[in-house]
């Protein structure tokens, strides 16, 4: 071959490389995953998990990025950056837009759920689709509820075997009007605040304490700031994964349909793992300094009965009918269950 027509021939080829590399790398759809939890919690390894099976089932052509400890920032700023499509994807939480998507402030109506298995059957039924499908509204689309926990209180005070011991303890809640008004409604002063600020606040005490999930507690080394934990379970809050409307209409359909069947089968992954580490971690609690006890019965009735008026006042809130229909699927749940 001649010199020159050797040299052309070389040229030619290292631009078809090129073209094609280019071609493969348009064809690769890569997203941003965020979420608030640290890298040991269940939800975070689940998280990667979710990724590294989706790059599978998609022959590699989705990459999903992974963000934990609200690297992205705060969930209310991660919700925003995913409904605005400048993030592709989160998990965690969707109480910072229950203000704007009132019926999903029923999670925060107290001791709605009796048991882990209740709430999974009520959000993996036509109910909790029905919810995920209306974030459809805000620019959202909603995969699966991916997992919840029941939450208990902690406090630097004292430990609280009463709610006569709740007043004026300064507490943390999530950042809903429905949260807020129960907590208050139990004596306490509460205090909406993004996830990301409690720890701080706590270790200068400019909080008393803040109710969570005692796996969630131990993750995020809570007891560094915080002495006493009292068993009330009185929320379970569920959370999420959803994705930004943007980022799922590039997706082909069969991407699409992929995606949505690893996130299904990332849900039961994420609730076997959380349901596990929340079956010991309480003794780990314990063994970092924590002293624990359960709220007695007689008191938690006590209150149920506080909190009752606020729930009635926000069964119009959230819509009765909504109310009423999300009810009478925990019924059928608990019943199921029995």
Do not use: C
Request: net charge positive.
């Amino acid at each position: 071959m001649h010199r020159t027509t050797r040299r052309l021939f070389t040229a030619a080829l290292a631009t078809l490389a090129l073209a094609s590399a280019g071609v493969g790398a348009q064809d690769t759809k890569r997203a941003r995953l965020g979420h608030s939890f640290a890298d040991s919690h269940p939800r975070a390894v689940a998280m990667k998990q979710f990724a590294a099976d989706v790059a599978k089932a998609t022959g590699g052509k989705v990459q999903i990025d992974v963000y934990g400890s609200a690297q992205l920032g705060a969930e209310d700023k991660m919700l925003i950056a995913t409904q605005s499509g400048t993030q592709d994807l989160y998990m965690g939480a969707l109480a910072p837009i229950s203000a704007r998507r009132k019926e999903l402030q029923i999670f925060d109506f107290p001791f709605i759920f009796g048991s882990d298995a209740e709430a999974a059957a009520v959000l993996d039924g036509p109910v909790g689709r029905k919810m995920l499908d209306g974030l459809g509204e805000m620019n959202m689309q909603g995969l699966v509820w991916a997992g919840g926990a029941f939450r208990n209180m902690s406090n630097s005070k004292r430990p609280l075997t009463s709610m006569a011991e709740m007043k004026g303890l300064k507490v943390r809640v999530m950042q809903s009007p429905m949260a807020l008004a129960s907590f208050n409604a139990m004596g306490m002063n509460a205090v909406p605040m993004a996830f990301s600020e409690v720890y701080p606040a706590l270790e200068i005490k400019a909080l008393d304490g803040y109710e969570h999930p005692v796996v969630d507690m131990f993750a995020n080394k809570m007891f560094e700031v915080q002495k006493y934990l009292t068993i009330t379970n009185h929320v379970y809050t569920p959370v999420a994964l959803v994705a930004s409307k943007r980022w799922w209409s590039s997706l082909t359909p069969e991407q699409q349909q992929a995606v949505q069947k690893v996130a299904e089968d990332t849900r039961r992954l994420q609730r076997n793992l959380e349901l596990k580490d929340a079956a010991d971690v309480v003794g780990q609690l314990k063994a970092k300094g924590m002293a624990v006890n359960e709220m007695p019965a007689a008191e938690l009735d006590k209150i149920r009965a506080a909190v009752q008026p606020v729930i009635d006042k926000n069964m119009e809130t959230v819509g009765a009918d909504f109310a009423r229909s999300f009810y009478a699927e925990v019924a059928k749940a608990r019943a199921a269950t029995r």
